[in-house]
């Protein structure tokens, strides 16, 4: 039993992570319409230089100059290279390929420079665990946990309350009129891409903490599992983010948990189960659990 809550435990601490990736997805596409692939590079670029700077900055701040950086780069890339072909009216599969495109070159940028090696990203706690009620949890689960439930909390009072969240839910509800209102909808999409940008950043840094060991060439490949629990919740609901993100990191921790007594489904089963719960899912509600329906007049 203590197995079962310990996993449990380590697994919602996971989908705290996976919840922070998943608003990145979700924010932009609420935004903008536009699936954002380049969001895993931006993951791994936050993590990149957390592991590059926590030596002369410390984690904090080494954290802080990250997540501004990754801010910067990924409203960038919505000015510079997203904004010129949506306003060319490029459909939506042209601009999820830009995207992939884009993610891609900065990806491979990244592995060349990290190489063969694993960059630590200096989280104080280190391998530091915690034990309570008989289950051992790593503390840089825990103290992500906390970090993402207070940036959750606080991104929810700014969309409800603030000028931006208002004008970001009626650029989601309906551009034209929101245009016609006064607001910018190439700001708002500014915002959020800027928004995406600093979450991955701070995920990135927890997501290969241990007991990850650390940034490695593959780092952008594991934050393409953040996608499962983003679809799993809606595309269009923050709400949803939170809740596929924590579904999809009780799984995996389950999974990986119990990996000897699924041996017979074969190793690595652990990276497969966010597609097979999205799928499972999907084909129950295709447009995720808190999604909106669209509703065709034919």
Same mark, same amino acid.
């Given at each position: #039993? ?27 596409? =609420? ?12 993951? #791994? ?7 590059? /700077? ?28 997203? @904004?010129?072909? @949506? %306003? ?14 884009? %993610?891609?070159?900065?990806? &491979? ?9 694993? *960059? ?8 530091? &665990? ?15 946990? $906390?970090?993402?439930?207070? +940036?959750?909390?606080?991104? /929810?009072?700014?969309? =409800? ?31 959020? /891409? ?7 950043? $701070?995920?990135?840094?927890?997501? !290969? ?17 953040? $996608?499962?629990?983003?679809? *799993?919740?809606? *595309? ?16 995996? &921790?389950? !999974? ?8 017979? *489904? ?9 597609? $097979? ?5 999907? +084909? /129950? @509600? ?5 999604? !909106? ?6």
């Amino acid at each position: #039993m203590s197995q079962v809550f310990e996993n449990l435990v380590t697994g919602l601490s996971l989908g705290c992570i996976y919840a922070l990736i998943a608003m990145g997805f979700v924010i932009v596409f =609420k935004a903008t319409n536009v699936v954002n692939f380049a969001h895993a590079s931006v993951l #791994m670029l936050g993590a990149y230089l957390v592991a590059t /700077w926590h030596d002369a900055l410390g984690f904090f701040g080494a954290l802080i100059a990250a997540a501004a950086v990754c801010a910067v780069a990924a409203a960038l890339i919505d000015v510079i290279l997203v @904004r010129p072909l @949506r %306003n060319r009216r490029g459909g939506l599969d042209a601009l999820a390929i830009l995207t992939i495109a884009i %993610n891609v070159l900065i990806a &491979t940028e990244l592995t060349r420079r990290v190489g063969t090696d694993i *960059l630590p990203t200096g989280a104080p706690w280190g391998a530091d &665990t915690t034990s309570f009620l008989g289950i051992t949890v790593p503390q840089t689960r825990i103290a992500a946990a $906390i970090i993402a439930i207070a +940036l959750m909390v606080a991104f /929810w009072g700014a969309f =409800k309350y603030s000028d931006w969240g208002v004008a970001m839910r009626s650029t989601a509800a309906d551009p034209q009129t929101a245009a016609l209102m006064g607001i910018r909808l190439s700001r708002v999409a500014a915002g959020a /891409w800027a928004v995406s940008g600093l979450l991955a950043a $701070i995920a990135g840094a927890f997501f !290969t903490s241990f007991p990850a060991s650390g940034v490695t060439t593959t780092t952008y490949l594991l934050a393409l599992t953040a $996608i499962p629990a983003a679809v *799993l919740g809606g *595309l269009d609901s923050t709400a949803g983010a939170v809740v596929g993100g924590l579904v999809i990191g009780v799984a995996v &921790t389950f !999974t990986a948990g119990y990996q000897d007594e699924l041996s017979f *489904l074969g190793r690595g089963l652990s990276e497969v189960v966010p597609y $097979i719960v999205l799928l499972g899912v999907l +084909l /129950w @509600r295709p447009s995720g659990l808190f999604g !909106t329906r669209e509703v065709t007049r034919v």
